[in-house]
């Protein structure tokens, strides 16, 4: 169910707002500020954007939380960017395609398909046009997708491989040094090797396998989507680790050991 439209009309009252107000503030018509609130109009993508961050909350919780429902508590923790859809519970919609078994499909998100996923993610006529497969080895109990990486950042894995992750529920079980594919709101789709800051600095340090690559933190509130790493499908056999490659690897290795014992 779309609770956008009861949201703002929540929010707005608890910021003691006019309708009116929030219109300036949005640079929108109090009318359409007024349509949004009643279901009159449907948000475009850029309502979304500027509404979320307004209120400071993602468009996640806005379309598919019932903020009526939320504690003081609770009101307290979203106001303070700690927002409830990084537990996910009962929370995130995730659309889905089953077979003529009932069983869910492994939806393949190919590297035409990664942008509109982006902003798809949750919408079944978009997800119901994506190929599908099975694999009969993986549990029917939980949810799958396949996701085309590319670029060099997961060598030896292969740019072009097919990485199949297993949906995460509650981003609180997210754990350190696994892999995930991410969705998120700016960068489209990474794959990269997390570590968990989100009670610290309400973020998720995204590593890469290629030490080339610099790790960087993402706001948790960037987060859309996250995919635990379960295997990844390649016709091509991975090259030799080159020497060079090696000896770049020792050397970060010793430096980041050198950074600990000054420490």
């Known amino acids: 169910m779309n609770h956008f439209s009861s949201n703002i009309k929540l929010l707005r009252k608890r910021k003691k707002r006019t309708q009116n107000e929030l219109a300036e503030s949005l640079n929108l018509k109090r009318t359409t500020v007024n349509a949004l609130e009643?279901?009159?109009?449907?948000?475009?993508?850029?309502?979304?954007?500027?509404?979320?961050?307004?209120?400071?909350?993602?468009?996640?919780?806005?379309?598919?939380?019932?903020?009526?429902?939320?504690?003081?508590s609770q009101f307290t923790d979203l106001h303070n960017g700690f927002d409830v859809f990084i537990r996910g519970t009962n929370l995130r919609v995730i659309a889905t395609t089953v077979d003529s078994a009932n069983n869910d499909n492994i939806?393949?998100?190919?590297?035409?398909?990664?942008?509109?996923?982006?902003t798809s993610f949750a919408d079944p006529e978009y997800i119901g046009n994506l190929p599908v497969f099975q694999l009969p080895f993986l549990s029917k109990e939980k949810k799958y997708r396949a996701f085309t990486i590319s670029g060099d950042s997961m060598l030896p894995i292969p740019s072009g491989s097919v990485v199949i992750g297993e949906f995460v529920q509650n981003f609180y079980n997210i754990k350190n040094g696994e892999a995930y594919i991410i969705?998120?709101?700016?960068?489209?789709?990474?794959?990269?090797?997390?570590?968990?800051?989100?009670?610290?600095?309400?973020?998720?340090?995204?590593?890469?396998?290629?030490?080339?690559?610099?790790?960087?933190?993402?706001?948790i509130m960037e987060l859309k989507e996250a995919w635990k790493f379960v295997c990844y499908l390649n016709t091509e056999i991975p090259e030799p680790e080159a020497d060079i490659q090696k000896m770049m690897?020792?050397?970060?290795?010793?430096?980041?050991?050198?950074?600990?014992?000054?420490?």
């Open 38 to 72: 009643n279901s009159i109009s449907q948000p475009t993508v850029s309502h979304l954007q500027a509404f979320s961050k307004y209120f400071g909350i993602a468009i996640d919780t806005l379309v598919n939380v019932d903020l009526n429902q939320l504690s003081e």
């Open 249 to 263: 690897k020792t050397m970060n290795e010793l430096k980041m050991e050198i950074q600990k014992i000054k420490k």
């Open 183 to 219: 969705v998120t709101r700016e960068e489209g789709i990474v794959f990269k090797i997390v570590q968990d800051y989100i009670s610290a600095k309400r973020a998720l340090l995204l590593a890469s396998l290629n030490s080339a690559f610099q790790p960087y933190e993402l706001p």
């Open 107 to 118: 939806e393949f998100v190919n590297e035409k398909a990664k942008a509109g996923y982006v």
